[in-house]
């Protein structure tokens, strides 16, 4: 790769660890650069191998956010209308937080829609506001786990990548 290239993948690499906090996969953005990089060069800056690595991370990346999004939930002494508020909650906050200001909102969107519907859920469930208000502390502490995960896939495939763009 020459060094436009490389400044390029490496720009769109930050641009993913800038992006993931507002609900944008940032690996997502990394693993398409990546391919693009790699059809363009005839697949020598990363080998295949590298490739599949980047695609677990990524499949693994977004499974982990959304598993502990929902288990979190469960584990904090949540129902099931407890997850199913806090997974609701966090589709409906980040898109009324698009709605409202876009990228920033989205981002507080998603952990304030997640905790007030998990707390609505459960509540309307269990009539216990004690418990729903757990509930509710459980979607937000899901989701910032899950979002601390992504960004752990996010770096570890930047750190893979510094060893292969050449």
Not at 32 to 47: E, M, N, Q
Not at 74 to 94: E, H, L, N
Not at 114 to 128: C, M, N, P, Q, S
Not at 135 to 154: D, E, Q, T
């Amino acid at each position: 790769m020459n060094l436009i290239s490389i400044i390029i993948y490496y720009l769109l690499a930050f641009i993913a660890l800038v992006v993931t906090p507002f609900a944008i996969p940032g690996t997502y953005v990394i693993l398409g650069a990546t391919l693009v990089f790699s059809f363009i060069y005839g697949f020598d800056p990363f080998p295949w191998y590298i490739l599949v690595i980047f695609v677990v991370l990524t499949a693994l990346g977004e499974l982990i956010e959304f598993v502990l999004g929902i288990y979190t939930v469960k584990r904090y002494g949540g129902s099931k209308w407890g997850m199913i508020g806090a997974f609701i909650g966090g589709i409906v906050g980040a898109m009324a937080g698009s709605a409202i200001v876009p990228l920033l909102g989205t981002a507080i969107g998603m952990f304030v829609g997640a905790f007030v519907l998990a707390i609505i859920g459960e509540y309307l469930y269990t009539k216990k506001q004690y418990q729903s208000f757990k509930a509710g502390w459980g979607a937000f502490v899901g989701r910032v786990a899950g979002l601390s995960f992504k960004y752990a896939c996010i770096f570890a495939m930047i750190t893979i990548s510094v060893f292969y763009v050449r």
